[in-house]
C-alpha cells in the first residue's frame, strides 16, 4: 500500500513549533492501538506477543500506534524508551506519539529542581531506572548526573514524537481534542493534557482514539475509545484492533 501522509510542525531540525502532526489518507489493514505503558516493560513485551500472534494470518500491512507515557509511576522507564526505539516486532510499522509524562520529563530534563512537579508524578521511578536513586542537592550537579546517565537518543525520542496521528476515520492522541478546532490546529497542550469532557466533543466523522484517563476497562463509546487501563496500578495494558472495516477488538495483556 503507497504510504502518503503530511508531516505537520515542524521538521526534526526545527523543534520551535511544536511536535508534528501526521496525516495519512490510506490505513493499513490493521492498526493496534496501546494504552499508557507508564514503565511496565514486562506487560509491553506480553501485548506485543498477543498483538503478534493475532495478527498473524493478515498479509496486509500492520500498525502499532502508542499513545503516550512510556515513563514514570512503573518500575522500568528507561527499558521502555529503550526498546521503543529499537526495531518493532516484524511485519509492523509503530509509531509511538507523545504523552503528558514525556513533556514532563522533557521540562525537568531542561531545568531540574528538588521541588519540580514531574518528581511527585512518578519522576523518582523514572530517575531510577536509570540508576539515580538520591537527588543531587544542587540542580547543576543533577543536570549533570541526567546528561550523564540518560542516552540522548532517549532525550531526542521525548522531543520528537508527534502529537497527533490520524487516518480517515480515526484520530489517535494521548489526551484528547478540542472541539470546534481543526485538527491540523490543535494546540499541542490540549492534544497531551486534555481529558473527556463538553469540550472535547469528536468531531462527527472521526474517533477519536485517546489513554490519559484510567478507566478499569477499555471504554468504546460514541466517537470515543478510552485505552489507557492504569497498567502501572491495575497490572492490565491494554489495546484495541481496528480493521479496514471499522471492527474494533479490545486485547489485553495481564
Not at 526534526?12 to 490493521?30: A, Y
Not at 526498546?83 to 509492523?92: N, T
Not at 508527534?162 to 478540542?178: D, K, M, Q, Y
Request: aromatic share 8%; proline share 6%.
Amino acid at each position: 500500500m503507497k504510504q502518503l501522509f503530511r508531516r505537520l510542525l515542524p521538521t526534526r531540525n526545527d523543534r520551535s513549533q511544536g511536535r508534528q502532526k501526521l496525516f495519512f489518507d490510506q490505513r493499513p489493514e490493521l492498526i493496534y492501538v496501546i494504552g499508557d505503558v507508564h514503565g511496565c516493560m514486562s506487560l509491553l513485551r506480553k501485548m506485543e506477543r498477543i498483538i503478534a500472534a493475532d495478527a498473524e494470518a493478515c498479509e496486509g500491512e500492520k500498525w502499532i500506534v502508542l499513545l503516550g507515557d512510556y515513563v514514570d509511576r512503573g518500575p522500568e522507564s528507561a527499558a521502555v524508551l529503550d526498546h521503543l526505539l529499537a526495531r518493532p516486532p516484524a511485519g509492523f510499522r509503530r509509531f509511538c506519539l507523545a504523552g503528558n509524562h514525556e513533556q514532563l520529563m522533557l521540562s525537568y530534563l531542561g531545568a531540574p529542581d528538588p521541588n519540580h512537579f514531574w518528581l511527585g508524578l512518578g519522576g523518582h521511578d523514572t530517575l531510577r531506572s536509570y540508576g539515580l536513586y538520591e537527588m543531587a542537592e544542587r540542580s547543576t550537579s543533577m543536570k549533570a548526573l541526567l546528561e550523564s546517565h540518560v542516552p540522548s537518543e532517549h532525550v531526542d525520542f521525548l522531543q520528537t514524537a508527534p502529537s497527533l496521528l490520524a487516518v480517515p476515520g480515526f484520530v489517535f492522541v494521548h489526551g484528547g481534542i478540542r472541539s470546534g478546532v481543526a485538527l491540523e490546529q490543535q494546540a499541542e497542550e490540549d492534544l497531551l493534557w486534555l481529558r473527556p469532557s463538553r469540550d472535547t466533543t469528536s468531531p462527527a466523522d472521526v474517533i477519536v482514539v485517546h489513554g490519559h484517563t484510567p478507566v478499569d476497562d477499555v471504554e468504546i463509546l460514541p466517537g470515543r475509545i478510552n485505552v489507557d487501563t492504569g497498567a502501572y496500578a491495575s497490572g492490565l495494558l491494554s489495546c484495541v484492533r481496528i480493521d479496514r472495516n471499522n471492527h474494533i477488538v479490545k486485547l489485553a495483556a495481564g
